[in-house]
């Protein structure tokens, strides 16, 4: 766990704490999945919320993700889902995660979660606007979400209280 965050109680109010990319999201996603390089920042966003009520907020990507998700998800925050404990005897490499396309193991190292927002994409906001209104009109995207390439994001106090406007209500 990082010493710097303490847990929550488990009947805390629940709270987005964390931004994760995936290049495919519905209602039925079992796991996130991170490359080899992620797998530290998974297991620290997973010791500080597992055992918590926050949740993990899921942005489908622009770009390569086309070939994976509709359209119409791409660039998008498109749900959130709560991360569970992590069942005996299986281990983050358990949750690895094939491409679909080539079946190439990108992402090795995931964690068990199950989803607690799906709308629909329309209601689904873009993850452009959102930085905008986080960090001001002037704020650079493609370097907020570089990192979200290799390993989840902690979010700050604004983006979260954001998020949960279109997902806590």
């Given at each position: 766990m990082s010493?710097?965050?303490p847990r929550r109680l488990p009947n805390a109010p629940?709270?987005?704490c964390w931004l994760q990319a995936l290049c495919r999201f519905g209602e039925d996603c079992g796991h996130i999945a991170v490359p080899e390089?992620?797998?530290?920042?998974?297991?620290?966003?997973?010791?500080?919320?597992?055992e918590s009520n926050d949740l993990v907020a899921i942005y489908v990507p622009e770009g390569p993700a086309t070939?994976?998700?509709?359209?119409?998800?791409l660039g998008r925050v498109v749900g959130t889902v709560k991360l569970v404990p992590m069942p005996f005897g299986r281990s983050e490499h358990d949750y690895q995660c094939p491409d679909p396309m080539d079946q190439y193991l990108r992402w090795p190292y995931g964690w068990p979660c199950r989803v607690v927002h799906a709308?629909?994409?329309?209601q689904c906001p873009l993850l452009s606007d959102l930085?905008?209104?986080?960090?001001?009109?002037?704020?650079?995207f493609r370097p907020f979400v570089a990192p979200l390439c290799?390993?989840?994001m902690r979010l700050v106090a604004e983006m979260s209280r954001i998020l949960e406007r279109y997902f806590m209500m």
């Amino acid at each position: 766990m990082s010493g710097q965050i303490p847990r929550r109680l488990p009947n805390a109010p629940r709270s987005i704490c964390w931004l994760q990319a995936l290049c495919r999201f519905g209602e039925d996603c079992g796991h996130i999945a991170v490359p080899e390089m992620g797998l530290a920042r998974l297991r620290e966003m997973a010791d500080e919320i597992v055992e918590s009520n926050d949740l993990v907020a899921i942005y489908v990507p622009e770009g390569p993700a086309t070939a994976y998700e509709s359209e119409e998800k791409l660039g998008r925050v498109v749900g959130t889902v709560k991360l569970v404990p992590m069942p005996f005897g299986r281990s983050e490499h358990d949750y690895q995660c094939p491409d679909p396309m080539d079946q190439y193991l990108r992402w090795p190292y995931g964690w068990p979660c199950r989803v607690v927002h799906a709308p629909q994409p329309h209601q689904c906001p873009l993850l452009s606007d959102l930085v905008k209104e986080a960090y001001g009109p002037g704020a650079a995207f493609r370097p907020f979400v570089a990192p979200l390439c290799y390993a989840p994001m902690r979010l700050v106090a604004e983006m979260s209280r954001i998020l949960e406007r279109y997902f806590m209500m």
